[in-house]
């Protein structure tokens, strides 16, 4: 990895009196330092690539930590037949040496069905993340900031990140966006998939912390009860949405909620100021309803806000394939699988306070293919996270952190096989599916 700067390079800097400040390279670069793209970079690196991972906060994790999410959600179908693991697994093991991961267990969601889930510390979380890319031998570079990306024809050649100092410019073989947004393959020219007509983006939440709950109370709450509770604090207009539904901190008598909604564009910076600003006030709010009227939480307070909101939903790259609803649905058995998930249909509509769910059959798992990882028109690229390729439907589904975490994984196993099998440009549509699929079963993942 070379790292010297030198006074030709600063002398270049771009935009104008920002300096160039540094000049690296590696032959991988994953934008973006959430779950998805923590585990492409140590998958990546891992498998013998030299990786530099950018990340705009001080620390990875993304909606899992600054979101503030708590809970690793559906590692199985209803029957109990595995359908994640591998390196998500791994994260779960290390949060658990440091007591800051429950087990799994199932919990009744505010529709009524039932789904099993992992509790974590989201704090403890940035430790594990930190201990897995700097073991692997990743580069991190926090606190960097996307500002242009480079391309010549289909293959992307740099990228331009605002740092201290100045601006540094990476080149890499291969780029992985995992950055939520897809901000770097949008700054590439990538093609983007629009909303059908009726369609509108899924919201935001503010997580927010509260405590002390006497869970013991908390939990003998029955679904019915909780229903007219939440449907209760909705029609106050003291709940953003009608639901009451809470992780727990795996250290203290605090819960983790997920009971606000934001209606927001999280690409328009004005909007989602606002939508941070509005999260705030409806955590708030929330809050105090549950001190007024839900059992358990008679003495508890605000403790803590999420960093930033929850996003569920902006850009969808349009990939070599565009995964629908009705493929997971069936599900179709894909040649090209490199995951699999089982959380169903899950949509949030931006305005009420219900949900539009899916749910699926007891033993019922779908596969994500290899081909909605490939941005269309580019050659060096990859997709992951909630902006692969997929319907706005099929996002509700393949949209949480598990299956993040296994889709990742496949991407960045799929850059170190690429990185070491090539010289010169590399092209992701070459890469051998057959190889990459045995090796993640290999390495413990599971494929549908």
Request: charged residues 20%.
């Amino acid at each position: 990895m070379d790292t010297r700067v030198t006074p030709a390079a600063i002398a270049e800097g771009p935009g104008g009196h920002l300096p160039l400040v540094a000049h690296l390279s590696a032959d991988v670069l994953v934008c973006g330092g959430g779950v998805a793209g923590a585990m492409a970079a140590v998958a990546a690196a891992r498998g013998g690539a030299s990786v530099i991972l950018v990340e705009r906060y001080g620390f990875l994790g993304g909606n899992a930590t600054a979101g503030a999410v708590a809970q690793f959600n559906s590692w199985q179908t209803a029957a109990g037949r595995r359908v994640v693991a591998g390196l998500a697994d791994e994260v779960v093991a290390r949060l658990r040496a440091r007591d800051a991961a429950g087990a799994h267990q199932t919990f009744v969601m505010s529709t009524g069905h039932v789904m099993d889930r992992v509790e974590y510390a989201p704090e403890a979380l940035k430790l594990v993340l930190d201990e897995m890319v700097q073991g692997a031998g990743v580069q991190p570079l926090l606190h960097a900031s996307l500002l242009a990306v480079h391309r010549q024809g289909r293959q992307i050649t740099s990228v331009d990140v605002l740092v201290k100092g100045g601006v540094a410019r990476i080149e890499s073989r291969l780029l992985i966006d995992a950055s939520g947004d897809i901000d770097a393959l949008q700054r590439a020219g990538a093609e983007f998939l629009s909303l059908a007509e009726g369609e509108a983006l899924q919201p935001a939440t503010m997580m927010f912390r509260f405590g002390p709950i006497d869970f013991e109370r908390f939990d003998a709450v029955t679904a019915e009860e909780t229903a007219a509770l939440a449907a209760r604090g909705f029609a106050e207009g003291r709940l953003a949405r009608a639901a009451l539904h809470a992780s727990r901190d795996p250290y203290s008598d605090d819960g983790w909620f997920n009971i606000t909604r934001l209606a927001v564009d999280a690409t328009d910076a004005l909007a989602l100021s606002r939508a941070e600003m509005e999260g705030r006030r409806q955590a708030w709010s929330a809050a105090q309803f549950l001190r007024d009227a839900v059992p358990g939480c008679e003495r508890g307070q605000l403790r803590a806000f999420g960093t930033q909101v929850g996003v569920r939903e902006t850009r969808r790259v349009a990939g070599d394939h565009i995964l629908t609803a009705e493929e997971l649905l069936q599900p179709v058995a894909f040649d090209d699988a490199i995951a699999a998930g089982a959380y169903p249909i899950d949509i949030h509509p931006a305005q009420g306070g219900g949900l539009i769910y899916q749910a699926l059959g007891d033993d019922h798992a779908y596969q994500i293919p290899w081909r909605s990882l490939v941005p269309r028109g580019l050659d060096n690229a990859l997709a992951v996270g909630r902006g692969v390729s997929a319907t706005h439907k099929a996002l509700a589904a393949i949209r949480v952190m598990t299956i993040s975490m296994a889709v990742g994984q496949a991407a960045g196993t799929a850059a170190a096989q690429l990185a070491r099998a090539k010289a010169g440009a590399l092209d992701v549509r070459t890469a051998d599916v057959a190889a990459l699929r045995a090796r993640l079963l290999a390495d413990g993942a599971c494929l549908g």
